[in-house]
């Protein structure tokens, strides 16, 4: 997306003065962002005009009082990119949003300026990390290979077997846009567990390493 172009946002979110402050602080913002749904469940994101939005921010912690994990993985199936904004500062959860395909994880107290930086990244592909986000990455002490998600290694595969991200797009039926936030999201994953992987040569050497793919399959 240029950098100028108008941003729109779904907010899921059960607390109303939640919603009227997110939507104040995008208001006061220097490049357009515009809520263009919001409400306490699943549906401000999955019909309307919330359907379109570029970027979906959900609260983990909707009124049935248990983690959102089954609205995040519907979001994410719809290729959607989901913020995850809460009040839980627990470094596993966080983790967990991650490996299930959330853009990003911030805390409510991370505030305004954090929202504001991941909203315009999300919509732009570029990748965020917030504080308490570097500090889950940080400490993490799972070890072994990323957890990629099933639609990133279908990407990242169908990448080694294609001449351009636009064929890889055609083929899954998806945008180049799409395509490189999952590259970019298995790129970061990657770096997190300090195993770098910058160029496509090195994301398949990861990837034969991490027996997702073989020599004689490339």
Same mark, same amino acid.
Request: charged share 20%.
């Given at each position: 997306?240029?950098?100028?172009?108008?941003?729109?946002?779904?907010? @899921?979110?059960? $607390?109303?003065?939640?919603?009227?402050?997110?939507?104040?602080? *995008?208001?006061?913002?220097?490049?357009? @962002?515009?809520?263009?749904?919001?409400?306490?469940?699943?549906?401000?994101?999955?019909?309307?005009?919330?359907?379109?939005?570029? &970027?979906? &921010?959900?609260?983990?912690?909707? %009124?049935?009082?248990?983690?959102?994990?089954p609205e995040l993985k519907q979001l994410v199936a719809r290729e959607r990119q989901v913020i995850i904004y809460t009040m839980q500062e627990s470094q596993e959860t966080a983790l967990t949003c991650l490996d299930l395909g959330a853009f990003? *994880?911030?805390?409510?107290?991370?505030?305004?300026? $954090?929202?504001?930086?991941?909203?315009?990244?999300?919509?732009?592909?570029?990748?965020?990390?917030?504080?308490?986000?570097?500090?889950?990455?940080? %400490?993490?002490?799972?070890?072994?290979?990323?957890?990629?998600?099933?639609?990133?290694?279908?990407?990242?595969?169908?990448?080694?077997? %294609?001449?351009?991200?636009?064929?890889?797009?055609?083929?899954?039926?998806? %945008? &180049?846009?799409?395509?490189?936030?999952?590259?970019?999201?298995?790129?970061?994953?990657?770096?997190?567990?300090?195993?770098?992987?910058?160029?496509?040569?090195?994301?398949?050497?990861?990837? @034969?390493?991490?027996?997702?793919?073989?020599?004689?399959?490339?």
């Amino acid at each position: 997306m240029p950098e100028n172009e108008p941003v729109s946002v779904a907010l @899921i979110d059960d $607390h109303p003065v939640v919603l009227a402050g997110i939507e104040s602080w *995008y208001a006061a913002s220097e490049r357009p @962002i515009t809520v263009t749904a919001k409400g306490p469940d699943l549906s401000v994101a999955m019909s309307g005009p919330g359907l379109a939005a570029d &970027v979906v &921010v959900l609260d983990l912690q909707l %009124s049935q009082g248990v983690p959102a994990y089954p609205e995040l993985k519907q979001l994410v199936a719809r290729e959607r990119q989901v913020i995850i904004y809460t009040m839980q500062e627990s470094q596993e959860t966080a983790l967990t949003c991650l490996d299930l395909g959330a853009f990003t *994880y911030l805390t409510k107290a991370e505030g305004e300026r $954090h929202l504001m930086a991941a909203t315009l990244a999300a919509a732009d592909c570029r990748p965020y990390t917030p504080p308490a986000l570097a500090g889950a990455f940080g %400490s993490d002490a799972r070890k072994g290979r990323p957890a990629l998600t099933p639609r990133e290694v279908e990407v990242l595969l169908e990448w080694f077997q %294609s001449e351009s991200k636009a064929m890889v797009g055609e083929s899954l039926g998806i %945008s &180049v846009r799409t395509v490189n936030t999952y590259l970019e999201r298995v790129r970061i994953k990657y770096a997190n567990a300090g195993r770098p992987a910058t160029t496509k040569a090195n994301l398949v050497a990861r990837a @034969i390493q991490d027996g997702l793919t073989s020599l004689d399959e490339l």
